[in-house]
């Protein structure tokens, strides 16, 4: 079986520009959420999606942004990027409240 | 919130060395993993295990819900043990995994 993918796997963009990243669970999986993780702050809850409807969401700005298709393939969206925003974003995948499964990441670099 | 605390922050072991990572939680758990993250950053399962014991080769860690805490064990450590490794809960009913700021292993060999 497929882990989860996430694509692209590196990033540059530059202050004020928008960002989208892509995550395809495992497949079965409905529940995907999504985490940044930054030297400073650590790993960090971003929001979870589960059968397309956002159930849960961490304390970030309005910039941050999600959704799930109908296939519940992922896509978080950052606009208006800012240097703090460099970081390595995962996402993770699961059958309702159980084991998660992560990732590669996508390293995102603001300049 | 729940809150995870990991120790130690730091650990240098020689090869061949046993090594006992520590992690409390606030709060009773559903969900609790542990996780090595890799040197490119992707987080790799070791266990699922909000309560109990159990064992992967080297590996073993158990969990003692009562008490809030949980253990991981590295026997006969080896160079690719090197890295952080992540402790993480959730409460039930929630997907959200809080972590702990994590144990960096330098294993020398």
């Known amino acids: 079986k497929a882990g989860v993918t996430q694509t692209p796997r590196y990033l540059i963009k530059t202050r004020g520009q928008q960002v989208t990243l892509s995550c395809s669970p495992i497949?079965?999986?409905?529940?995907v959420s999504w985490y940044q993780q930054t030297p400073g702050q650590g790993l960090q809850f971003l929001f979870e999606?589960?059968?397309?409807?956002?159930?849960n969401k961490g304390n970030f700005p309005g910039r941050f942004s999600g959704r799930q298709f109908s296939n519940s393939r992922s896509e978080m969206n950052v606009s208006t990027l800012e240097l703090g925003d460099s970081a390595l974003y995962l996402c993770?995948?699961?059958?309702?409240?159980?084991?998660?499964?992560f990732g590669p990441g996508t390293r995102l670099t603001v300049l | 919130g729940i809150q995870v605390e990991q120790s130690p922050p730091d650990l240098i072991l020689q090869e061949g060395a046993n090594s006992t990572l520590r992690c409390n939680f606030s709060?009773?758990?559903?969900?609790l993993q542990w996780f090595h993250q890799n040197p490119w950053g992707q987080l790799i399962n070791l266990f699922y295990?909000?309560?109990g014991t159990k064992q992967n080769g080297r590996l073993s860690a158990t969990t003692v819900a009562t008490e809030r805490y949980s253990l991981l064990y590295i026997s006969s450590s080896q160079t690719t043990d090197s890295g952080v490794y992540f402790c993480?809960?959730?409460?039930?009913?929630?997907?959200?995994?809080?972590f702990g700021t994590g144990t960096r292993l330098t294993i020398i060999p």
């Open positions: 709060d009773s758990v559903n969900n």
């Open positions: 993480a809960v959730a409460y039930f009913g929630n997907e959200k995994l809080t």
């Open positions: 993770a995948s699961s059958l309702q409240n159980n084991e998660q499964f």
């Open positions: 295990i909000p309560s």
């Open positions: 497949s079965g999986h409905r529940s």
């Open positions: 999606y589960f059968s397309e409807t956002q159930r």
